[in-house]
């Protein structure tokens, strides 16, 4: 349960960093942005960890999430020290924030 909140909070910098970012004059990854995205990615290792109560994700599900998780880790990382990053892709990291977490919620 542990690394479930952390991960939630993960979510909460990467997309709330990003949304207030958004908001402001300029386009630009944030340090809430790349925690965010560090967090979501070292806690979801943890999470997928084979060490449940028999109630694990499917393989697929697990395969895709990391794989959105570590796209957006490298769209923020490569593009953090950057003074403006173009909208698309700062959008782009929005929206795989919102699906990686569809396809948590989702994904049965």
Not at 46 to 57: F, I, K, M, Q
Not at 62 to 90: D, N, Q
């Amino acid at each position: 349960l542990v690394l479930l909140y952390l991960h939630l909070i993960g979510f909460g910098l990467l997309l709330g960093g990003g949304i207030a970012q958004y908001l402001s004059a300029r386009l630009r990854i944030n340090a809430a942005m790349l925690w965010g995205a560090v967090i979501q990615v070292v806690t979801g290792l943890g999470l997928s960890a084979p060490l449940r109560d028999g109630d694990e994700p499917s393989p697929a599900k697990l395969v895709t999430k990391a794989v959105i998780a570590l796209l957006i880790f490298v769209m923020v990382f490569f593009s953090r020290k950057r003074e403006s990053v173009h909208r698309g892709h700062f959008l782009g990291i929005l929206v795989l924030t919102l699906v990686n977490a569809a396809v948590a919620v989702f994904w049965r």
